[in-house]
């Protein structure tokens, strides 16, 4: 009864955590989530009471589908800020999240039988898109000792004649990895060997790096009119909920996505589109103070994970989560006997004997891994390690 193309995606592994966490909440169990990619922080008030001054001057109708003309320039003011690239409004395209701008660009780019190139660890929604657009995802592993970053050489050796589209996150989602600009120039130098291929650049955690400025593979000017910026408003600003991503690209593929947007969902909310021309103006300091709480975690985290015996792990430079290799732990078994074979059972273990909600590596395709987020309070983060800690030690 249901298509075929359904059967062939699954439910995103942080969706399905958050819910079975949430069921045991129900049941009156204080449960840690460290599943959700998702900042504590409320909206910054600047952006509310933009928002606010939309519904008050009745700003509700059906806005343009690649959106309203004021955010898409803003979006050009904030790439010409940040990231010294120039884009004209007709270059953008507004969508509803993140999320929506990579389905638009793969949909537009993809077509049956093509390769996606992804390293691995990937976000886990990047498998099922090019999944749904009949594209062949070819993931390139990245190892803990090289930071889970790809070297040009894996990177060469994954190309063939089918390859249309590298598809990944600067920051990493779900490592916190950071490719820097010399790293960048060196995956350039093999892309410039094969002109053919486009490069989705997923900049979504531009705001939270603990390494200085971000740079784009946009930047490279032999890079870019062949590269497809997403981002969006979700993490840098915690404006989750309003869900407003874009993408910046050459004309043609910012028409297909207008395209394609326009038979799906049309203009993304009209409200949150203004929320988001405030947001991407020059009022950047509650970022940066985000930025530097999400630091500070970072380096809570570290120091209670250090104090866990079989955990590896590497220092995130970007985003807000841990990804350590928690593979020790496998073949161990728990005080009723049951068996650890994985990341999914120790995941299940963690949720039911310490409260803690994590998400399984091989769900973002590190099996070795579980994804912490640490985008909580220094409270919660405090308990939940030291509730991982004496779960993990029961484990014989």
């Not at 900049?203 to 790096?209: A, H, P, Q, V």
């Not at 028409?255 to 988001?276: H, M, P, R």
Request: hydrophobic fraction near 40%.
């Amino acid at each position: 009864m249901i298509s075929k193309r359904v059967d062939n995606i699954s439910e995103p592994e942080t969706i399905a955590m958050a819910k079975k966490a949430r069921e045991l909440a129900a049941k009156g169990y204080d449960i840690i989530s460290l599943s959700m990619g998702e900042p504590d922080f409320p909206t910054p008030d600047h952006i509310k009471n933009a928002a606010k001054a939309a519904i008050d001057a009745n700003k509700t109708h059906y806005p343009p589908v690649a959106g309203i003309p004021e955010l898409r320039e803003a979006v050009c003011h904030k790439l010409k800020r940040d990231n010294k690239l120039d884009y004209k409004p007709e270059n953008i395209v507004v969508s509803t999240g993140a999320k929506h701008s990579l389905m638009n660009t793969i949909l537009s780019l993809v077509d049956p039988g093509d390769e996606v190139i992804v390293p691995a660890p990937y976000w886990v929604s990047y498998r099922d898109i090019i999944t749904f657009a009949r594209g062949i995802p070819v993931f390139v592993e990245g190892t803990l000792e090289n930071d889970f970053k790809i070297t040009p050489e894996q990177l060469e050796n994954a190309i063939t004649s089918k390859t249309k589209v590298f598809l990944f996150s600067n920051p990493c989602n779900p490592t916190g990895s950071f490719y820097n600009e010399a790293e960048l120039r060196q995956l350039a130098k093999v892309f410039e060997k094969h002109p053919r291929i486009f490069i989705c650049s997923d900049e979504i955690y531009e705001y939270i790096n603990y390494v200085g400025a971000h740079y784009s593979i946009a930047q490279i000017p032999e890079m870019y009119d062949r590269t497809i910026v997403i981002n969006g408003v979700s993490k840098g600003y915690a404006m989750t909920g309003w869900r407003i991503g874009y993408i910046a690209a050459r004309k043609e593929i910012a028409v297909a996505c207008e395209k394609i947007q326009g038979q799906f969902t049309s203009g993304a909310n009209s409200i949150a589109q203004y929320a988001a021309v405030a947001a991407l103006g020059d009022n950047l300091e509650p970022s940066k103070m985000m930025t530097a709480k999400f630091k500070e975690r970072r380096d809570l985290v570290l120091k209670l994970v250090s104090e866990i015996k079989g955990i590896k792990t590497t220092v995130p430079h970007g985003a807000y989560y841990l990804f350590p290799d928690v593979s020790s732990f496998f073949g161990k078994t728990t005080e009723k006997g049951e068996l650890i074979n994985n990341g999914g059972d120790l995941a299940l273990y963690l949720l039911n004997e310490g409260h803690v909600a994590t998400v399984q590596g091989s769900a973002f395709g590190e099996p070795n891994c579980l994804r912490l987020s640490f985008a909580t309070s220094n409270d919660k983060l405090t308990e939940a390690f030291a509730r991982m800690k004496i779960a993990l030690d029961k484990l014989k």
